[in-house]
Nanobody
Framework: QVQLVESGGGLVQAGGSLRLSCAAS????????MGWYRQAPGKQRDLVAR???????NYADSVKGRFTISRDNAKNTLHLQMNSLKPEDTAVYYC??????????WGQGTQVTVSS
């Protein structure tokens, strides 16, 4: 099992920044990809950004150039630096850990609200 705990969400004005963190514990040797997903009310959960153990990243088109994902393998933490936030970024953000066989583990989520 893998446990994920997010932190860092909150309320921010449009144009502001937030930094999300995810602390991971458990059987992490089976994880090769970690990522951030988000879910707005009434919508499906979508990928925001993900990063492999080797550091390769990919981002949703809507956040490219504004968000940066990073991971500290020594500390088992994942971060998402979010700059130039827009009201449409408002959602619950979930940390995900993806096992080599495709199984997903999820955190409890953290709310990000961007006011206009």
């Amino acid at each position: 099992q893998v446990q994920l705990v997010e932190s860092g969400g909150g309320l921010v004005q449009a144009g502001g920044s937030l930094r999300l963190s995810c602390a991971a514990s458990g059987r992490l040797f089976s994880i090769n990809v970690m990522g951030w997903y988000r879910q707005a009310p009434g919508k499906q959960r979508d990928l925001v950004a993900r990063i492999t153990t080797g550091g390769s990243t990919n981002y949703a088109d809507s956040v490219k150039g504004r968000f940066t994902i990073s991971r500290d393998n020594a500390k088992n933490t994942l971060h998402l630096q979010m700059n130039s936030l827009k009201p449409e970024d408002t959602a619950v953000y979930y940390c995900a850990a993806i096992r080599v066989d495709g199984i997903y583990y999820w955190g409890q989520g953290t709310q990000v609200t961007v006011s206009s």
